[in-house]
């Protein structure tokens, strides 16, 4: 192998220059996955409706002025192939990448314009620890870029671990009266219209755990954005 060639090889190893989704080589001005395989991801548009499927997930349980899970996720789908890699293999960028594109779309439909500082829901200091990262802050870091609205990692955090998946169930029955999410500085908050964010939406118990949290803090409303829906 010529020198030039093993150096390209490298590059593009630690640079990745071919399409997540379908691995043909991205062009210039593509990043992770290229232009038709991130049209193709099929979307919600949630946020053209009040009163989509998201929102309604928190009808009755917490009061949240807009909600939207933007694109879906199916299972093998390629937007399942991005979370896991953003989620288990170290690609933050994945996250950047789609916190802006999800950014740039909402800007161009004027949509969650009047917030005022974008919050992701933490993890424990322990599994962040362990992970080095927090998806939802890299979502939060790509989409506060195009928002130009400030995100907040500190005030909001999770006083108690997560539990195991088999403990899933009756933990989530209790996760709201419990304390897990906490505030350090209620004040900070104070009157503000906080976006909150995660990566996607199941039950929705976790927002909704955060969103009440959140709403302890004197004259906050709160709405939700998450990347998919499960
Ligand atoms: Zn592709």
């Not at 049209?39 to 807009?66: L, S």
């Not at 976006?195 to 927002?207: A, F, K, M, Q």
Request: contains cysteine.
């Amino acid at each position: 192998m010529k020198k030039t060639a093993l150096l390209h090889d490298l590059i593009s190893l630690v640079f990745p220059t071919n399409c997540l989704a379908c691995g043909e080589n991205l062009v210039q001005g593509e990043d992770i996955i290229c232009i038709s395989c991130l049209y193709h991801i099929p979307k919600t548009n949630n946020q053209f409706d009040a009163e989509n499927e998201t929102a309604r997930r928190f009808w009755g349980k917490v009061p949240v002025v807009q909600a939207c899970a933007f694109y879906l996720f199916e299972k093998g789908s390629v937007m399942q192939k991005l979370l896991h890699a953003l989620k288990y293999k170290g690609r933050k960028d994945i996250g950047i990448m789609l916190g802006k594109e999800i950014g740039q779309a909402l800007k161009n439909s004027n949509q969650f314009t009047d917030i005022d500082l974008i919050i992701p829901v933490p993890l424990h200091k322990k599994r962040l620890a362990k992970r080095g990262y927090n998806q939802s802050a890299c979502f939060g870091e790509g989409l506060a870029s195009i928002l130009e609205k400030p995100l907040d990692t500190q005030t909001l955090y999770r006083a108690i671990e997560n539990p195991t998946q088999t403990k899933k169930g009756v933990y989530e029955r209790w996760e709201n009266a419990c304390g897990i999410f906490q505030l350090t500085k209620p004040e900070q908050l104070a009157n503000k219209h906080i976006l909150l964010l995660d990566d996607v939406i199941t039950t929705g118990s976790t927002l909704e755990a955060c969103a009440q949290t959140l709403l302890l803090a004197k004259g906050t409303k709160v709405s939700i954005l998450t990347i998919a829906v499960a």
